[in-house]
């Protein structure tokens, strides 16, 4: 079985993972041709270039955004159409009307054309700062890891003028038009439409509104489009049967967007990575942006950092800024035993305390407890400890959603002054219920499943226990009856699909 494993060990963003698939070889020309499907093939285009981060080699991706077309919103409109031949850097910071800046590093030249609808004063310079008030349907902070090489050189004299971008920042319906009007396959589509829908959600969630008033930052841009569907493009070509990840990076720090300075993780990170396994403060940046959490979060079958696996080939994607550690997202291709996918691999933890000091009559009452949490299981152990001390180890068995709460049991309702936590994979049979009719009623019958067929099934035991308390007979006349009937239907011969 084919798998890629996503080593997030310094976070993700939209153009990190273009990079790392194509180093791990999607072919380039392909991803260009399919982006082209797109019908904003005259708004960008990609360089894509083998270079270095810290000593290691990878593929660096960035979006040129082509064109800028440019419409005063005083009532006067000019066109850049910007054709130039060589490279310089300048920066330069723009203010929104919604009032944040953002700074774009832009390497490029003379040799543009500007039309003007209406009379309109401009002086080119090489390396010339300026601001523009821009009216943007979102927010970008341009702090991201997108060069957005702009592909002309102007300044504007009075540049307090307010104008906008005709490629305008498209919310989620313009996106899944445009989406669905390509000639993009149904499976690029829809994992396009998927990761575009977990920005949407989140933004919805942070900003407090309905999905389809999303003010996008960045997503509804050019580049994250391309992004996006670009990663769409890369996985459906990878055709991979399972995607994991380990735990995500999101860095630390702030960010500067809209409302001014935001911290790092940027909220929609935050959203978007509730219940996966994320570290903060690696680097002091944003490590991980909303676009490569939204990739993560709908593409990732499970986030697992213990596992085995035979790597077949390695990618490096590599990030914009430089931190103390190599701003590089590594992508492996990996080759899975087979037998692998026949089961379900779930990353649950364990938490731990020793008691040797409580009432035991307490220990039972934090069972319930826990259970009524949402622990998965909770199992004692009679141990001996330091002093001759004979004592409980108290286990509980949970998955990441529900840690913090066996925690706060653990910690504030039994004697303990500290717990242990770590991280287990539960590996398990794939399974099903089918409910028998017993002459006592119907009982649940649990089947577990391997390739396809039932090998083993256990009845239930709340149930049976159940229906001998109302039938006042043995419960294990219960299970003999239960036992007549799976014999006689061939239950463990059954379909997987029962
Ligand atoms: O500008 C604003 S309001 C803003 C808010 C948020 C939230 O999380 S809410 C995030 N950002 C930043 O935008 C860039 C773009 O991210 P992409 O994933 O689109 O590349 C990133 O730095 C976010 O932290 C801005
Ligand atoms: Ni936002």
Redesign the pocket.
């Known amino acids: 079985m084919k798998a890629l494993y996503y080593d997030c060990f310094a976070g993700i963003?939209?153009?990190m993972n273009l990079g790392a698939l194509l180093d791990l070889g999607v072919d380039r020309e392909y991803l260009i041709q399919e982006l082209n499907k797109l019908l904003i093939v005259d708004e960008f285009s990609l360089t894509i270039k083998t270079d270095k981060k810290m000593g290691i080699t990878g593929t660096k991706v960035d979006v040129l955004l082509k064109e800028h077309f440019y419409e005063h919103i005083e009532g006067h409109t000019h066109e850049h159409s910007h054709e130039h031949t060589h490279g310089h850097n300048h920066e330069h910071s723009h203010e929104h009307i919604?009032g944040?800046t953002h700074e774009h590093s832009h390497e490029h030249t003379h040799g543009h054309n500007h039309e003007h609808s209406n009379e309109h004063s401009h002086e080119h310079t090489q390396n010339y700062s300026h601001e523009h008030a821009h009216k943007h349907i979102?927010?970008?902070?341009?702090?991201?890891?997108?060069s957005r090489n702009s592909e002309q050189e102007h300044a504007h004299v009075g540049n307090a003028h307010t104008h906008k971008h005709s490629h305008e920042h498209r919310n989620l319906r313009m996106i899944n038009e445009l989406i669905d009007k390509s000639q993009l396959n149904s499976n690029v589509k829809k994992i396009s439409k998927d990761i575009f829908l977990c920005?949407a959600k989140?933004?919805a969630k942070?900003?407090g509104m309905p999905v389809e008033e999303v003010?996008?930052?960045?997503?509804g841009?050019v580049?994250?489009i391309v992004?996006i569907v670009g990663a769409a493009i890369c996985l459906d070509f990878l055709n991979v049967d399972r995607i994991l990840s380990s735990t995500v990076e999101l860095g630390s720090g702030f960010?500067?967007?809209?409302?001014g300075m935001?911290p790092?993780?940027?909220?929609?990170?935050?959203?978007i990575l509730h219940e996966v396994p994320t570290h903060i403060g690696r680097v002091t940046s944003?490590a991980t942006?909303?676009?490569?959490?939204?990739i993560l979060k709908t593409m990732v079958d499970a986030f697992v950092d213990n596992i085995e696996f035979k790597i077949v080939k390695t990618g490096y994607g590599l990030g914009t800024k430089d931190f103390s550690i190599p701003n590089v997202l590594r992508v492996f291709l990996l080759e899975i035993d087979e037998e692998e996918k026949d089961y379900i691999n779930e990353d649950n933890f364990i938490l731990e305390t020793n008691i040797d000091d409580m009432n035991p009559e307490i220990i039972s009452y934090i069972e319930d407890k826990l259970f009524q949490q949402g622990a998965l299981d909770v199992y004692k152990t009679p141990i001996t400890m330091k002093k001759g001390r004979m004592a409980t180890k108290i286990s509980v068995l949970t998955d990441s959603s529900n840690v913090a709460k066996v925690e706060r049991i653990l910690l504030h309702e039994t004697s303990t002054f500290g717990i242990r936590k770590y991280r287990v994979q539960k590996k398990m049979f794939q399974r099903s219920i089918q409910n028998i009719n017993t002459k006592y009623g119907d009982i649940p019958v649990k089947l577990a499943l391997y390739k396809g067929e039932t090998i083993k099934y256990k009845i239930e035991y709340e149930a049976a226990k159940k229906l001998s308390i109302e039938h006042n007979v043995p419960i294990q006349e219960v299970y003999c009856e239960a036992q007549k009937i799976c014999n006689r239907e061939g239950i463990i011969n059954l379909d997987s699909n029962q």
Request: glycine letters at 4%.
């Open positions: 963003s939209g153009d919604q944040h979102y927010d970008h902070s341009q702090e991201d890891t997108h920005i989140a933004e942070v900003h003010h996008f930052h960045e997503v841009a580049d994250s992004d960010v500067r967007c809209a409302h935001i790092v993780p940027a909220p929609a990170t935050v959203e944003e942006t909303p676009t490569g959490a939204a």
